[in-house]
């Protein structure tokens, strides 16, 4: 099984669009992961029949059971982040400034104080338009420990690609280079990094290259919505060419693509961007290690 990532370094390239026709190329030897769970949409294109959804939890959340609290204020007093607080003479306890450290319920002569495992959103497992299937994970507004969740995506779409013994697994990253992206490529055999045709999507862009070969994860470009900037365009050959790292090819900006997004419909689903993405597609399988 090899495992192929998008990412792009920033939101809006176009690595969610790219990903997913390249997964309807593989055809059904493929199953597809969406790892961004803070911004899931994979699934609004791709997502046929839910078959199932687990609730992901992580830390604790803590809360005081007024009728049981004789309003002492010591766990007020002992919390350091203010997350207690007096709100019209009842005790209450802030999730959001609330770091589950725990020291309160130590003070508590009481046990006013309740723990609970903290829900912080939902991993789900799809099946899809193109006869495949898709794992995607939606983190709830809010919550941090995005990395741990899209860990999990990972590792049950990792098992159900061995399961059904597939040929690819092809994961959707997130943004950024911080933990989620790390977690999503985790063992994977290559990135591809879509390069959006802007000065910003080829500065977040360039991060992501550096990291991928700190990683020594072997990296193939795609710029995206070529033409929209040539100057960058231009910068990013010269740079590829410069390090040697293979460029799969320029997919050129097109309106049709808005088109496609509004009717629901992958790139992959018009004759025309077919086309011009099927050299590029092929390119990136050629260069698989
Ligand atoms: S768990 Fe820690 S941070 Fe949260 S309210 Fe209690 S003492 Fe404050
Ligand atoms: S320590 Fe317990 S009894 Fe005292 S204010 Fe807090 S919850 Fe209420």
């Not at 990253?173 to 055999?189: E, K, N, Q, Y």
């Not at 360039?206 to 990291?211: G, I």
Request: hydrophobic fraction near 40%; charge should be negative.
């Amino acid at each position: 099984m090899k495992k192929i990532a998008f990412a792009s370094g920033k939101g809006g390239a176009g690595k969610t669009t790219l990903s997913l026709s390249f997964h309807a190329f593989l055809k059904e030897s493929s199953l597809f992961a969406d790892c961004d769970v803070d911004a899931a949409d994979a699934f609004l294109l791709m997502e046929k029949e839910l078959v199932s959804k687990e609730p992901f939890y992580s830390g604790k959340r803590y809360s005081i059971d007024s009728a049981l609290c004789v309003q002492c204020g010591s766990c007020e007093a002992r919390c350091s982040f203010d997350a207690v607080q007096l709100i019209e003479g009842t005790y209450r306890i802030d999730p959001f400034r609330c770091e589950g450290c725990g020291s309160c319920i130590d003070v508590c002569g009481v046990n006013a104080i309740t723990e609970e495992n903290n829900y912080c959103g939902d991993i789900y497992y799809s099946t899809t338009k193109k006869n495949s299937e898709m794992f995607y994970a939606c983190l709830t507004p809010g919550e941090d420990n995005s990395g741990k969740l899209v860990h999990l995506v990972r590792k049950a779409a990792d098992a159900r690609t061995k399961e059904l013994d597939l040929d690819y697994l092809i994961i959707d990253a997130p943004p950024g280079i911080g933990c989620p992206l790390m977690a999503s490529l985790t063992s994977v055999d290559l990135l591809v990094v879509v390069i959006e045709s802007s000065k910003q999507g080829w500065a977040d862009a360039l991060r992501l290259l550096e990291l991928s070969q700190k990683m020594s994860i072997s990296a193939v470009v795609i710029i995206n919505k070529s033409g929209l900037n040539t100057e960058t365009d231009a910068a990013v050959r010269a740079f590829l060419n410069e390090h040697t790292i293979p460029l799969a090819g320029e997919v050129p900006f097109n309106e049709k693509v808005i088109a496609q997004l509004n009717n629901k419909e992958l790139l992959w689903d018009s004759e025309d961007l077919q086309k011009e993405l099927l050299p590029v597609f092929r390119n990136v399988k050629d260069v698989l290690p």
